[in-house]
């Protein structure tokens, strides 16, 4: 029933939900929302979801080596697919604005991508490698360690 329920909420889902849940960016089309004690993010924009779910894909594509996943599974352990979301954005980042820091919050995920799109007209001609590189760098994290008595 829970998931009939998200799925139907969820029908313009946003591609990067894990990012958004996580606190590490933000975007101006997020829509969030609640269903019982689950938080969830939908996608106000259908042209930024599909410019969204494009560089996700070709992050995942560029960053099998790197996330040593070379089958094609649909979907990603959470670690990976945080790496690949958060680490993806951070690097497309770096690539926009070289002389910058990395930020730890992106924030207007939507806006990064505009500017790609914008800077390099097609997405499959960004540099992949400096996002690579902060993919690579990534640290979600860590997990704690119970204190035993």
């Known amino acids: 029933m829970f ?3 998200y799925q139907a909420i969820t029908e313009q889902g946003c591609p990067y939900e894990k990012t958004l849940l996580t606190r590490n960016g933000d975007c101006r089309h997020a829509q969030r929302f609640c269903i019982a004690e689950r938080e969830g993010v939908r996608c106000g924009a259908p042209a930024s979801q599909t410019r969204c779910e494009a560089f ?3 992050v995942r594509h560029n960053a ?4 040593k996943a070379t ?7 959470h670690a990976q697919a945080m790496r690949v979301q958060v680490g993806g954005l951070r690097g497309l980042h770096a ?3 070289p002389d ?3 930020p730890p919050h992106i924030p207007d995920i939507d806006q990064v991508l505009a500017a790609a799109s914008d ?5 499959a001609e960004i540099p992949f490698q400096p996002i690579l590189q902060q ?5 979600g994290r860590k997990r704690s360690r119970a204190k035993r008595s």
Request: aromatic content about 10%; cysteine-free.
């Open 119 to 123: 800077r390099f007209g097609d997405l």
């Open 100 to 102: 910058q820091p990395v």
């Open 64 to 67: 099998r080596f790197a996330l």
């Open 3 to 5: 998931r009939q329920a």
């Open 71 to 77: 089958d094609q599974r649909p979907s990603l352990p």
């Open 56 to 58: 996700l894909a070709l």
């Open 95 to 97: 690539v926009l604005e």
């Open 135 to 139: 993919l690579a760098a990534f640290q």
